[in-house]
Nanobody, 122 residues
């Protein structure tokens, strides 16, 4: 069994900061890619940041320079440091983890977390 859980969301004022965490647990052999997505009501879910097993990162243009994604391989955990937050960053933030399990190391699966709410407002 594999679980992916996000945490760290909350209410913050414009210009403030939050740090999100995504922890993967269970019978994991290897994590290949972890990504942060966000979705506001009535909109499509969009990829905002990702990090590979080798530490390569990608960012959506809207968050580049403000958000930083990092990874602790020993803890199977990904972080998203969000600075200079804007009201348009308000959304539910989801973690997607692409991995192989101990039971079948040659096959890749992906798992979604339940999401954590981020609200940027005065």
């Amino acid at each position: 069994q594999v679980q992916v859980e996000e945490s760290g969301g909350g209410l913050v004022q414009p210009g403030g900061s939050l740090r999100l965490s995504c922890a993967a647990s269970g019978s994991i052999f290897s994590i290949y890619v972890m990504g942060w997505y966000r979705q506001a009501p009535g909109t499509q879910r969009e990829l905002i940041a990702s990090i590979t097993s080798g530490g390569l990162t990608n960012y959506a243009e809207s968050v580049k320079g403000r958000f930083t994604v990092s990874r602790d391989n020993a803890k199977n955990t990904m972080y998203l440091q969000m600075n200079s937050l804007k009201p348009e960053d308000t959304a539910v933030y989801y973690c997607k983890t692409t991995l192989s399990t101990s039971a079948n190391m040659g096959r890749r699966y992906y798992y979604w977390g339940q999401g954590t709410q981020v609200t940027v407002s005065s």
